[in-house]
């Protein structure tokens, strides 16, 4: 597993990583997410001993990377799809980092045709597209068979048949016992991927939760009603037991029933509905909430800043926040 105790990373002014302690299981897929500059990369970066700690500890089965005897035996990477030599084919690229580790040349073979570039083995890195150097990057995390591999945004630049198959490569790799640590900044692509959830946002831990815990609490269901008698709907409902908040736009909310049974309910005290919608809140928005405050480059709307309402679900992020502090 890899664990981090009050890992920490300062360029100058800028702390990108902020005492960050949590532990990567083997067995699991674990979801990193965070905004853009949130110290996702940093942070990977450290527990490859590609960045020194200005203070912490990662470890990795016990031991700092450069403990490690056969470190690409013991943790395979993809950091950088561009990290390859330009005249190199993707057969030497691989058989290069194969010789330096002790790898069996077959082994090569066996990771291009796992990553789906056996046709393209012998075609030099530079003519490569982005989605070709990811497979070619994971190529070359799987080389050493590791029990332990990170992806940082390994999803960047696939086709949705790329997409598909990194998510059932990770999902089998977790499957044989291995620990997969994969950063993102997409909430709805970790839903469908990731066992487990880090979140942090500008360096600091903001959440570390089961996906199924996190989607059970965000992922909430509730039916949205509005009526020209809002103040009768209001009170026909709390007559009948059913607790109704005010949502947007002068709707009434109304959590654990089903949108029939009130729509019947309505019906019965005759009055008159303009909505009754079934709503899910999107684990994406989810996500924005628990990051909103750490988000560091925000783009514009075309609205004067500070104006309009929040986002349908605003709020539902607090607990998670409060769990991450
Ligand atoms: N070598 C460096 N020198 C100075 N600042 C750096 C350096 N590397 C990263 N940073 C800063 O540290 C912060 C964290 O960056 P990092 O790349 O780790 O974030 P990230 O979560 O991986 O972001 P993204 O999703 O955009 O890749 C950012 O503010 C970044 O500008």
Sequence with gaps: ?????????????????????????????TGFLGPNGAGKSTTMRMVLDLDNPTDGTVLIDGK???QLHDPLKMVGALLDAKAAHGGRSAFNHLLC???????????????LDTVGLTSVAKKRFKGFSLGMGQRLGIAAALLGDPQILMFDEPV?????????????????LAAQGRTVFVSSHLMSE???????????????????????????????????????????????????????????????????????????LAARHQLVLHELSPQRASLEEAFMQLTAESVEYHAHDG?????????????????WRKKGS
């Design 1 to 29: 597993m890899i664990e981090l105790a009050g890992l920490t990373k300062r360029y100058g002014d800028k702390l990108a990583v902020d005492h960050l302690t949590f532990t990567v299981r083997p067995g699991l897929v």
């Design 64 to 66: 700092h990377y450069r």
């Design 97 to 111: 980092l194969a010789q330096s580790n002790g790898i069996p040349r077959a082994r090569v073979r066996e990771v």
């Design 156 to 172: 960047n630049g696939l086709d949705p048949e790329g997409i598909h198959w990194i998510r059932n490569l990770m999902k089998n």
């Design 190 to 264: 970790m839903a469908l991927t990731a066992d487990h959830l880090v979140v942090i946002g500008q360096g600091r831990l903001l959440a570390d939760t089961s996906m199924a815990a996190f989607i059970a609490e965000n992922s909430r269901s509730y039916v949205r009603m509005r009526s020209p008698q809002q103040e009768r709907l209001r009170d026909m409902l709390s007559g009948a037991g059913i607790t109704a908040v005010p949502g947007e736009e002068g709707s009434l909310h109304v959590n654990g029933e089903d949108a029939a049974h009130l729509g019947e």
């Design 303 to 319: 609205r004067p800043a500070g104006s309009g309402a929040p986002p349908p679900g605003a709020g539902w992020g607090d607990d």
